[in-house]
């Protein structure tokens, strides 16, 4: 998979798939399975190290994720987000952000939010790397947004994500991640542009779909988004293989004698 696949991918009509994912060992699983594109999401603030919003999220951290994944992976695409506030330094700067993402593994980078930044993204990628857009609910301006909450309702805030959605094109993006909006006003843009929306909370007419691995694999709390679909009762399945485990240890069923080194 490669950008161009990516675009291809619209033109046929064919979904494409996007998981997060921040670890060697969960990467390489997702290497062999059929989804199209790893997005190293800055969610990894939360769902790895526990904090409340992405804002915690740095360069170094993205990198360290991005790197574990890279290791774990042969041919799937990796986005690399660039997380708060990375790219709205001096150009220099933003460009030294970007350099590192890149030389971490990833294949393209991911920008939330266009107001301010079509310059910046588009130098990015005259400078050779591709950038994935992001708008609707941008949780890096969660502050901005005054809470998780869906956008673009009411003709208003429809026409600016419309507005801003072409800026993306225009910019350069090859593809925009669409999160948190009205599934109509979601399929209005997606017939608008000739790359690719990637869904998340968007509905089922965006050209791709993604989701939080946690999410995915019941792993995360017990708040659950509407949009997330379980796949997996993972927390339940992990507490259930740690009690087995501590059973058997208790029990001194564990280790048996061929789990045990003989003289
Ligand atoms: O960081 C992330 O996981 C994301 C997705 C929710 C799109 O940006």
Not at 86 to 95: A, C, G, I, K, V
Not at 121 to 135: D, Q
Not at 158 to 166: C, F, G, N, P, S
Not at 193 to 209: C, F, W
């Amino acid at each position: 998979m490669n950008v161009l696949d990516i675009r291809a991918c619209k033109a046929r009509g064919e979904k494409i798939v996007m998981l997060t994912c921040y670890d060697y060992t969960s990467a390489r699983i997702v290497q062999d399975s059929d989804v199209d594109v790893i997005l190293v999401g800055d969610s990894a603030a939360m769902v790895m190290h526990g904090y409340g919003t992405t804002i915690p999220a740095d360069i170094e951290m993205m990198c360290r994720h991005i790197e574990s994944v890279s290791r774990g992976t042969e041919n799937k695409f990796i986005v690399g987000d660039m997380p708060f506030l990375s790219f709205r330094q001096s150009l220099t700067d933003n460009m030294r952000a970007v350099a590192s993402v890149m030389k971490a593994g990833a294949h393209a980078v991911k920008l939330e939010g266009i107001e301010g930044n079509t310059e910046t993204i588009a130098h990015i990628v005259k400078s050779g790397v591709p950038v994935m857009g992001h708008l609707g609910l941008t949780p890096q301006s969660v502050n901005q947004l005054g809470g998780y909450r869906v956008q673009g309702r009411g003709d208003d805030a429809a026409k600016k994500l419309r507005e801003d959605a072409i800026a993306c094109e225009q910019a350069g993006c090859f593809a925009v991640v669409l999160e948190c909006v009205p599934d109509e006003l979601a399929a209005e843009i997606t017939a608008l542009l000739t790359i690719p929306t990637i869904g998340i909370g968007a509905g089922p007419r965006t050209d791709g779909q993604v989701l939080v691995m946690q999410d995915l694999l019941g792993l995360s709390s017990d708040f659950k988004p509407k949009f997330v679909r379980k796949y997996l009762d993972g927390r339940q399945l992990w507490q259930d293989a740690f009690n087995a485990y501590a059973n058997d240890v208790k029990n001194g069923s564990f280790p048996a004698d061929d789990e045990s080194y003989g003289q």
